[in-house]
C-alpha cells in the first residue's frame, strides 16, 4: 500500500495541537491510515489506495481535526474573483503522448505568501502522487509554477526538439544553464527517466505562455526560468497532464488539499482541448445523492439526518438535506467518494467501527459441502485408513520438475514469475509428491503419501485457455515399491470408486520403460500408475524405490454421472 | 531368569548343541560338534553364538598361524627341490652348465634359483664346469626336512623359523593366520542341559502353524520384550488441512453453501466484474501472476457490458441511472481477456452470483490464491482465502462484523479488533485483525458489503456482506506456526507424528 514520509510538526502546526504517539496510533486505527513507524519529527504512514489525500501533512491534519472537534481543516474550495480569465488551448498533436491537462490557479489568502511548510509539503506530495496514481508519471504527472511572471494564454503542444532552448530546474540546488533540448533529452538524469513520456521522435511536449516563455517539459521537468517556485508567491498555476482525463483531474484535485488547508482559494483555467469533456474540472465539486434510509440500511442501524449531516461536514463535504434523498458536495481530493455507499463508509469512520455491535445472521439458510467435496474426502479417508499420509503443496513448480513429467506445450507458463523455480502450473501431483519425498529422505522408509489438490491443463477452448482438474495423487516410496504396489493401490481405489477399470501399457515420462499404466473409465483415461525411474529419485536425491498412483477426479466424478 | 524360562526360549538346535557340549563337559571346536550332531556348520555356529548370549555356552578363541604347501611346494617334494636336483646331477662328475640344464630338465629361472643356493651354501664350484664340493648341505637338508614335516603334518616347529621364511619367499610354502574357537558349557548350561525335552517351540506363530494344530504340541519361545522393534508411523490428516476443515464446519454449521472455481481466471472475473479499475495497481505484473502466450474469452455480451458500463460511469441497464461516476477513461475488453492465476477467490463469488442465487444465500469458498508477494514468515505467493457472500434483504455491516466474531471465536484465535479497510468492491469496508503471539496483530479478516457496482451488473438486487479471510494466518494463530512456509513443508515426522 502507498506510504509517505510525513513531518509531525507541520501536522501539528495544521491543527493547532500536538498528539503524543499514542493518541495518534489509537485515532488513526479508527482510520484508514496505518503508522507504520513515528521518530523524532518523521511520521510514516501506509494508507489504503483509496485515499490518497491522506499521504501529505494536510490531509493527516484534515482528518485528525474532523474526528476530533468534527471540523474540516479544509473548505470547499470557492471560486476566487480573478482578475483576469487564464485560459490554456491544447494542440491535437500532443493526441498520441498525452493529450489530457487540467489547470488551477491557487491564490493565497489575504496578504499570506506561500511558506517554507506549504512549498515542502507539495514538493513531496506531487512526489508520492507521481509514484502512485500517477504509475511513476506515466498516467499523470504534476507541475506547479509561480504565476507572476507568466502571461496567458497557456498553450500545451509539441515541438521539434531541435527548436527548443531550455534551463531545467536545478535538481541539487546548483545552478543550470540553458541547453538545447537534444542535449536535454539525451543527457538529463530526469530526461533519461521521464524524456520517454514526453517526446516522440523528434518532438517534444511543450508548456508555454502567451510571451513564448517555456514552463515546463511535461512530464520531465520544469523550466529553472519559469517553473520555480520559491517562498513568498501568492499565485501558483497547478497543472497536470497525462493519458488518464480522471487521472489527470484527480492529481490536480489532491494537490489542491495543503493550499486549502491554509485557506487558499482556487480559479479555474478555461480549457480550450479536443478532450475538454472528459474527465471533468478539478474545481467542479462533485454531487453524491443518498438517502438517509439506504445508509441504514447498509450500516444496519438508524443514521439520523444530523448525524449524516455533522459527519460528511467533519470530513469536508457540504450536505444539502432533501427528501427522500440528499446529496452531498465531495472537495476534489476526495475522488474516492463514488456513490452512497462511500458516504455511509465515512459515517462509519466518523462513528467510530467500535460503536457498531456486531449481529448474529438472521436468514435460515442450509450449509453444505459440494457432493464432490465430500467425495473426495472419502477417498482421503480411504489412504488414511492405508496409511498414506496426507501433504500440501503448492501449485507452482520449477521448469526443470515440470520438463521431466512433460512437454512444454502441455503446460501453462507463468510469464513473470518471481523464480524459475515457480514458473509452472503443474498438471500432474508428481513433481509435488516428489519433492515432499526429497524433503524427507532422513525420515525413514517406507513413506507413503498423498494428496488431493489442483491441477491445470491448458485448453485453448476453454474460456479460461485451461482446465482446473481436481487430482489424487500417491506415491509409496521404500522395498517392495513397484508397478505392482501401484497397481494394487490403483485397484483399491478403483473398488471404492465403484468403477470397473480397463488397464493398458502406457510409456509415461519419469517412469521406468514398461512399468507403467494407463486406467480407463468408459473409455477415458482417468488415471496413470508408475514406477518412477532411478534416474529421476536420483536426480531428486530420494534413495529408494518409488511407484506413483494418480486419479482424475474431476473427470471420474463427471463420467459417474455428476456434474 | 528362572531355568524353565530359559529351557523354552532354546530352539530344537539350540538344545541340540547344548547337550553336545554337555555330554563331554570338555572344550569342543565347531567342527567336533558338527560332526556329531549332524547339523550343518552354519546351524552349529548360530546355535552356538545364540547360546553364548543366553549365558549357557562359553567359547575361547586362539589366533593360529597356518602353513602350507603350495602347488611348487608340492612339486618340490615330489621331484626334490632344484637345488638336490642339480647336486645329484653333477654327484658323478662336473659338467658344463648347458649339459646340467639339459640333464636336469630345468627352465632358466630355476636353474638360476638352484645356483644360487648352492653357492650360497659353498656346496658347488664354478670353473666352466660345475663341480659338487659338498653333496649334502645343512641348509638344503633343513628345507628338506620342513618341506617333508609339512607335506605330512608334523611340522611342529616354530613358524618364524628364518629357513621357512625363505622357502614363503620362493614360494613353496603359504603362510595364513586362522581363528581357532572352542566351546564349553557354561555352569547355567550345564544345570539345565539335563531337562531340556525335545518338544517342539514356536518362534512366530504362522498361518501354517493355525491351519496345521501344531501350536497345541508346542511351545511357544518367549522373547526379549526389551528387544528393538521396527519403527511404526501412521497416516494422519495434514494438521492446516484438518484446520480447515473446522473452519468450513462452522460456515456449513452457519448456513453456508460451498462452491469452488478454477486457478486460472480470466481478467474480467478476477477484477472487472469485481469494479477494479482496469489500471489499478493491483492489476500489474509486479502484483498478480499473468500466463504466458494464452488468452481468454469474454464473458457474455450483456455481462460484459453492464461490467464496463458500470466502470465508466454510465447506467448498467437502459432503464437505470448512473450508479456512479466509475472510474471514467475507455473501458478495455482486451484486458478483460487477459489470463492470470486468481489473485482473491472473489472470483468465485462472481461465477456464483451470475447463476442469481435466490435470497437469501450464503456461500464459501476455500481455495488458493496467487500473488507475487516476497517471502517471507508473512507472506507466500501461493495463500488460502475463504471466500462467502451472504445475500438478502436487510443483509447489513452488522452480519459481517457478527460473522466474524462468530468465526473467530470458534475457531480459538482469540480477541478481534476492526478498522476500516480498503477494496474496490466493497464499501464499507473492514479489516479485523486477530493477535498473533510472536508476530503481533495481524490483518486477517477483510470484508466489506459488496459496491452497487458489483451487483447490479451481476443481477443481484439485494445487499450482499462479502469477505475473504485469509485462512493461512488465521491458522498460524490458532495452531501456533511462526512461519507461513511450514504450512507447505510437508515434514513427515511432526505430521505423523502429533499427539493425540
Redesign the interface.
Known sequence: MPQANLSMSSVSRLMGTALSPAELEEIL????VEPVEVKDDELRVEV????LDLLCESGIANLLHGLQRGKSLAPLPEPSPVRTPVEVRVDPATDPLRSHLRMVVAHAPGTSTLDVDLLSELIRFQEVLHT?LG?DRR?GSLGIYPMKDLEPPFVYTMERIADIRFTPLPLDGTPSREVGGKEFFEGHPMALKYGGLGRQGESALTLRDHAGHLLSLPPTLNSARHGQVEPGESEILIESTGR????V?DMVGYLLLPFAARGWTFSTVALHSPHEA??GSPLEL?R?EYSPAALE?????PVPTEVATKALASFGMKVHSGTPRSTALVPPWRPDI?????L??EI??HEG??S???????????????P??RYCDRL?EV??????????????ISERAALEFGLPESY???????SED?GF?RTTLLPSLLG?LA??AD??YP????EIA?V?V?D?A???????FLHLGAVYAGEGAGFATGMALAERLLRVIGMPGIKEPCELPGAIRGRSARIRLVGEPVAVVGEIHPEVLAAHKIPAPVCWVEFDLSLIWRLSGHT | MAVPDLSLSLSPQEKRVLRELGQGARWLEEGEIVNTSGLSPEAVRGALERLKTKGLANSSEKHERHLELTPRGKEAVEKGLPERRLLTTIAPGPLTQSEVRICCGMDDKEFAAAIGQLRRASAIRISGVLEAIVSDPPSLLESEHLLQALAHGTHKGDVSDARMDELVRRGLVDRTAQMRRSWHISDQGSSIAPVLRDSATISALTMADMKSGAWRTSEFRPYDVRAPVP?V??????D??SWLKEA?QL????????????????EFYNNDALFIPQ????RT?QDV?????????E?PTEVLQSVRNAHEGKPPAPEERA???????TFDPGLSRR?L?RSQTTSVSVRYLLQRPTP???MYCIG?V?R????DARHH??FDQCEGV?G?E??????L??????FARELGVGEV??????F?FT????EGYVKHPAIGWMEVLPGG?F???VLRPLGIRV?VAAWGIGVMRLAMVALGIDDIRE???????T??EARA
Open positions: 486505527f479508527r482510520t484508514k489504503t489506495h483509496d485515499r502512485s504509475f498516467e488518464n482525463p480522471r487521472t483531474r472528459e474527465g462533485r453524491v440500511a447498509l450500516l444496519g442501524r463514488l456513490g452512497e455507499v462511500d455511509a463508509e462509519m469512520i467501527l467500535s457498531f455491535s456486531a449481529e448474529e445472521n438472521s436468514h435460515a439458510t442450509r450449509g453444505r459441502r459440494l464432490f467435496s482421503t489412504l488414511l485408513g492405508m496409511g498414506y499420509q496426507e501433504v500440501h503443496t503448492p501449485v507452482l501453462l507458463r507463468i510469464s513473470n514469475p518471481v515457480l502450473v515432499v524433503a524427507n525420515f525413514g513413506q507413503h503419501i498423498q489442483e491445470v491448458p485453448k476453454s474460456e479460461i485457455g485451461s482446465n482446473t | 519403527y508411523t501412521g497416516a494422519r490428516r495434514h492446516y488441512l468450513e460456515l456449513i454449521g452457519l448456513g453456508f453453501e460451498e462452491a469452488r472455481g478454477p486457478l486460472v481466471e480470466t489500471n489499478h495497481p493491483a505484473a501472476f499473468l500466463i504466458e502466450g494464452a488468452e481468454g474469452k464473458p450508479l456512479s461516476e466509475g472510474w471514467g477513461g489470463l492465476l437469501p444465500f450464503r488458493s496467487f507475487r508477494e516476497s517471502l505467493i501461493q451472504y438478502g436487510n443483509v447489513n455491516l452488522r452480519h462484523l457478527g460473522l466474524f466474531t462468530t479488533k476492526f478498522k476500516p479497510s480498503y474496490p464499501e464499507p469496508s473492514v458489503m459496491r452497487p457496482e445487499p504450512i507447505y513443508a510437508n515434514p513427515l515426522d505430521l505423523s
